[in-house]
């Protein structure tokens, strides 16, 4: 696949499935040799004083650095910066930055050299992967730690995984026949300069949202059967007075996916259902919303340009100016959280009305209650992930912190914004998960009477995979089985 063909989340996430190599087309290969061969001008132009190019970085932009020392101070620049610490950071989210990275220097305002973009291209395509950190940005001067230790290995240094472990990048460099990379002027920073951790992390969150809303409907439908709640919360009529669009949708495709369920036809003895069930368009719809809103922030910095300074040959221009500033990322993946995080929360009550004991089900769905404890602590499972999700969605964009001796005075903790939306997509994930297997657990109590076809195709595939418990069984297997079949 060509890189300029990769554009939106939807290229990203089939590239991801098909493993398909990239390469740089013609338009990138020209632009990259066009910006590179205008820097090496402006450098040899007497007087010209550049920062990040022949000046020192930081709060030391005003010392000039002379030309013969330029490229040392790139090399001093990755080693300097590459100063990561705490988890490692997963190696699918590292490819990912990797590309991140090529695609904005490919656009070529970055003065970078083809060899240096076209290296970094080889390390995506033969999964020549760096080992990345997950503390030390701040998200706003870029992401300056982990991509120092993404980029460190084209000068042969830092580590790289080979075959699960991490070994020296000289040593699979020279595996591979590759020599380290002669950095030029401009380079380091171009490398560690971008908003590639956090974006890499918010694409690969919004990719398993999308699963996830994907799922959520399924799971809950199958929780709407096995309560036996009323089918009128899912007609189209309330939801279009409302005028929200995420509501509409997901209660068509509650409706959608029930249709033809014995279950959900039958005649209700209650007049209500509680919220968790009643209010699920509502609920999801919101988070249907703010998730699209989320994707087209992560669509339009997949397509960016955020190194600094940047470089314009036609208007004869290098402006320094701010793209690696991760706010809007920041605000959008705090957002991302909360909304994914909601979603757990609503499926937890769910969980808890299933094993109240209520509607015919026994309590805990245990067949000999007080014998059998059946699902009661997969439900304080269930509670304990939503309240730690509670405690991450706390936001990371309100908060910053001064550094670089005050020059970089407004960060925007991006890249922690990033992670804690990580750990709440897996969080959000399990809860699911823990809703699918209680819910198969609670719809076989219904018996005979059967949910729709297209439910009961779903409880089929999972039940194939996850054994759905008669008795009180070890339970923590199943869980963290019933998430992988779900989610992976």
């Known amino acids: 696949m060509l890189l300029e063909q990769i554009t939106s989340i939807a290229h990203i996430k089939s590239l991801i499935a098909s493993g398909e190599a990239v390469q740089l087309g013609e338009q990138s290969i020209a632009a990259i040799n066009k910006s590179h061969a205008y820097i090496n001008q402006k450098i040899n132009t007497p007087g010209t004083v550049i920062y990040g190019i022949n000046t020192g970085f930081g709060s030391l932009c005003n010392t000039v650095v002379p030309n013969k020392d330029l490229s040392q101070l790139q090399y001093n620049l990755l080693r300097s910066h590459a100063c990561g610490t705490g988890d490692l950071v997963p190696q699918s989210v590292v490819k990912l930055m990797l590309l991140l990275k090529v695609k904005s220097l490919a656009y070529g305002y970055s003065g970078v ?72 002027p401009k380079e380091g920073l171009a490398l560690i300069n971008g908003t590639q951790f956090m974006s890499a992390y918010g694409i690969m969150c919004q990719i398993k949202a999308e699963t996830i809303l994907e799922h959520v409907a399924k799971i809950a439908s199958v929780s709407i059967d096995a309560f036996d709640a009323r089918p009128e919360p899912f007609l189209p009529h309330t939801h279009l007075i409302r005028n929200q669009t995420g509501q509409q949708k997901a209660a068509a495709g509650i409706k959608e996916l029930l249709e033809g369920s014995q279950i959900h036809a039958a005649h209700k003895t209650q007049v209500q259902d509680p919220y968790s069930f009643r209010c699920i368009p509502q609920v999801h719809g919101a988070s249907i919303d703010a998730l699209a809103y989320v994707g087209s922030v992560m669509a339009m910095e997949l397509n960016a340009v955020t190194d600094n300074p940047n470089i314009f040959p036609d208007d004869d221009l290098v402006i320094s100016g701010g793209n690696f500033h991760g706010q809007t990322l920041a605000l959008s993946m705090d957002f991302a959280a909360i909304a994914l995080s909601e979603l757990a929360n609503i499926s937890e009550r769910r969980v808890y009305k299933l094993i109240a004991g209520e509607r015919g089900l026994p309590p805990f769905l245990a067949s000999n209650a007080g014998l059998e404890s059946g699902f009661m602590i997969a439900q304080y499972t269930a509670a304990g992930i939503v309240s730690q999700n509670k405690q991450l969605c706390t936001p990371a964009s ?84 019933a998430k992988a079949v779900l989610f992976n």
């Open 113 to 184: 050299q083809l060899e240096t973009v076209q290296r970094l291209l080889d390390f995506y395509n033969k999964d020549i992967l760096p080992v990345v950190y997950q503390q030390g940005s701040l998200g706003a001067s870029g992401d300056l730690a982990p991509l120092s230790h993404l980029c460190l290995p084209l000068i042969g240094e830092g580590e790289v995984w080979h075959k699960g472990e991490m070994v020296p990048a000289s040593e699979l460099m020279q595996l591979h026949g590759m020599a380290p990379i002669a950095l030029g």
């Open 398 to 481: 309100v908060d910053s912190i001064v550094s670089s001796n005050g020059q970089e005075d407004h960060v925007s903790m991006g890249a922690n914004a990033a992670t804690k939306l990580y750990k709440v997509c897996e969080n959000v994930e399990q809860v699911l998960a823990i809703e699918m297997l209680t819910a198969c657990k609670a719809i076989q109590f219904r018996r005979p009477a059967k949910s729709s076809d297209s439910i009961e195709n779903f409880i089929a595939h999972f039940s194939q995979h996850v054994e759905i418990p008669d008795g009180d069984v070890y339970l923590s297997p199943l869980l963290r089985k």
